[in-house]
């Protein structure tokens, strides 16, 4: 019985100590972005049946304890604001996915960075950040930015896209009832070529009868014909006809020919040109032409995309992150570094959409902090403690007893 005590008091020290060890990782990660807790099961183990007698209970003695597993905890951390936009958070379930040369990680910290070939990586280890589907690809939904069937993403900084030639120029204002019949009035606004270069457009009003004017434009550069069409208002200096005028643009060097329609309102209102009396204030208010830009800085949004936003004003879709899912989270292996790779128990990686399957939603310009309590991590580590102790004085008795024994025989 005595050398009995001895080994439960000694399997007791070490179950306890796993336990001291496992809350110890998880205050000394308190601070680890990402991070999931850990706790220890613990399992009684054999047991030597001394009797068992039919219709009475059996007499067994146990043989010590053991750790039945250390189980992660995947509860939500909480996510913090970091104003950095290449930070992401994941709320809900679900994994970035990482890359190299040896394989496929996946981790719950997203503070990402831009390495020097430009792609988005993981900063202490150089492991690529996975894309999911074919945005930004080359013929993707939003084309030319990351190369199709390779999954690393690239955020090409400085990379140039084109510019819209201008289609549209909205016009209001007044063309005054009181210009003499060859009275002029002149609007102009900047617009773009087929090449995104800015010109400037400049349109004449003449008035060529009561209520009627004629237009005509230049642009530098090239060539405005606008069609002989009157502008006609009627006698309330509303607007009669045409709604719009279709503008041919022609002759600019190296830049294609192009329509923009001059549009004037709706007939019979005032909110586009109008002929009142007073001051003329006609102007083209708007256009609808950007000028070329360049990839200047990137968000991400819920789903994950990575939205780039440029110096024309143009925001485009570059790419989209990768969320994995796991049918058993528990069964995933820890790696260091804020890794998990595929395990046995946990199934194969679902990786798709955030946001659907199951998978959490991305917050951007955040990261997610460690789950661990510490008031809960501080109560098991007491409880370790004592068991411990308790333990150890199980051995100390043990080997009194013994030495009475020893005593005795002498």
Not at 52 to 57: A, L, R
Request: net charge neutral; no cysteine; proline share 4%.
């Amino acid at each position: 019985m005595t050398l009995a005590a001895l080994f439960n008091g000694s399997s007791g020290l070490l179950a306890n100590s796993a336990a001291l060890d496992v809350v110890g990782n998880n205050l000394a990660n308190l601070n680890t972005t990402g991070f999931k807790s850990q706790r220890v099961l613990f399992k009684d183990q054999l047991y030597q049946t001394l009797t068992s007698n039919g219709g009475t209970n059996p007499i067994q003695q146990g043989f010590g304890v053991g750790v039945s597993g250390i189980e992660s905890n995947f509860l939500q951390g909480t996510i913090n604001s970091t104003s950095r936009p290449l930070d992401a958070a994941i709320q809900g379930k679900g994994f970035f996915v990482l890359r190299n040369s040896t394989g496929q990680a996946y981790s719950r910290s997203g503070a990402f960075d831009i390495d020097a070939n430009g792609f988005l990586v993981d900063p202490t280890t150089g492991f690529f950040v996975q894309r999911n589907g074919n945005v930004g690809d080359a013929g993707g939904p939003t084309p030319g930015f990351q190369i199709p069937g390779n999954n690393n993403i690239k955020l090409p900084f400085g990379v140039g896209v084109p510019g819209v030639a201008t289609a549209n120029v909205n016009f209001q204002g007044n063309l005054s009832a009181t210009l003499p019949v060859g009275g002029t009035f002149q609007a102009g606004i900047q617009v773009y070529d087929t090449q995104s270069q800015s010109r400037v457009i400049t349109v004449t009003f003449t008035k060529t009868a009561l209520n009627t004017f004629s237009a005509t434009a230049t642009i530098v550069g090239g060539t405005a014909t606008v069609p002989a069409t009157p502008i006609v208002f009627d006698t309330n200096g509303l607007l009669q006809s045409p709604a719009s005028l279709a503008v041919a643009i022609t002759g600019i060097p190296g830049a294609g020919p192009q329509t923009v329609n001059f549009n004037l309102g709706t007939p019979g209102t005032a909110t586009g040109l109008a002929q009142f009396g007073g001051f003329s204030t006609a102007q083209a208010v708007s256009q609808d032409g950007i000028g070329a830009g360049t990839l200047t800085s990137v968000s991400i949004d819920n789903e994950g995309i990575v939205q780039g936003q440029f110096t024309n004003g143009s925001v485009i879709a570059v790419a989209q992150l990768a969320v994995a899912a796991f049918n058993n989270e528990g069964g995933l292996i820890r790696a260091g570094n804020n890794y998990y790779s595929e395990g046995v128990a946990s199934g194969q990686p679902l990786i798709g959409v955030a946001g659907s399957g199951g998978r959490g939603s991305i917050q951007g310009a955040a990261l997610e902090g460690s789950n661990v309590d510490i008031s809960s991590e501080f109560t098991k580590l007491i409880v370790a403690q004592r068991g411990f102790q308790i333990n150890a004085k199980v051995i100390t008795a043990g080997n009194e007893l013994l030495q009475e024994l020893a005593n005795i025989i002498r």
